[in-house]
């Protein structure tokens, strides 16, 4: 039997229930398991954390846990300034790109609406979620706990909000990706990319009215759906301006 003390900092107080939230508390182990298979244990996917710090030094996933130590964990708003020799979060992607569990569909349309590559289907289950994240290197967000701690998922986060507004306000601040937004760029119901179309030669796939006041179109490359500036498009400017504000 061994007794290990663990603190859990800031955002990852989210996953533990009241009593363990901001402060240190003793766990009891039968044996001596990694400290990654502790933490999510806790209820913290490892996803989540970017560094861990036992007895003041700082250690990787593989860490076996001996009695007496004493574990702080950080997530990754804490790495600002760090200079600890091991960090557990991984290489950041040059290019974030996505893919989403069933419950967020909403934020998929979103994300694509922005211009971010966003796989999303209604009929993933989550080995193949977990799969595709691991493979693609895709950012995988998700509003199910169990789904992030599985191992071979590396680019993870779990979405706070339920809003559908506040979720993408959420994603772009963790993210940073204020700067690297480019609207309107993607189908958002398949996300295939867009590409301007000449007029004449979509005529029978506009309504007449559309044909008569207005002259540049798009095309998403996969799906074939066409895409011009009406209405719907001063309502979707409207809701980026908001959420970008």
């Known amino acids: 039997m061994a007794t290990v003390n663990f603190h859990f900092h800031t955002e990852l107080n989210f996953f533990l229930p009241t009593n363990k939230r901001n402060v240190t508390y003793s766990i009891v182990l039968s044996d001596s398991p990694s400290i990654k298979d502790a933490i999510e244990s806790q209820g913290v996917p490892h996803p989540e954390v970017a560094l861990i710090l036992v007895n003041g030094e700082s250690v990787d996933f593989s860490y076996l846990l001996q009695d007496g130590d004493e574990i702080n964990v950080y997530p990754i708003s804490e790495l600002t300034n760090n200079s600890y020799s091991v960090s ?85 601040k963790r993210f940073d990706l204020k700067k690297a937004v480019n609207p309107f760029k993607r189908c ?31 095309s998403c490359q996969d799906c074939k759906q066409v895409f011009w500036r009406g209405s719907h498009y001063d309502k979707m400017r409207q809701f980026v301006d908001e959420v970008l504000g």
């Open 188 to 218: 958002i119901t398949c996300n295939g990319l867009l590409a301007p179309i000449a007029k004449e030669t979509i005529l029978e796939q506009i309504p007449p009215k559309v044909r008569e006041s207005v002259d540049e179109f798009h």
């Open 88 to 172: 557990v979060e991984p290489e950041p992607l040059s290019t974030p790109c996505f893919v989403l569990d069933v419950h967020l569909g909403k934020l998929a349309s979103s994300l694509r609406m922005l211009g971010f590559d966003t796989l999303y289907r209604n009929d993933y289950d989550d080995e193949e979620l977990a799969e595709i994240s691991s493979r693609e290197k895709r950012i995988l967000l998700t509003r199910d706990t169990g789904l992030l701690k599985r191992s071979i998922v590396t680019y993870g986060y779990y979405v706070r909000q339920t809003n559908p507004q506040k979720q993408l306000i959420e994603v772009i």
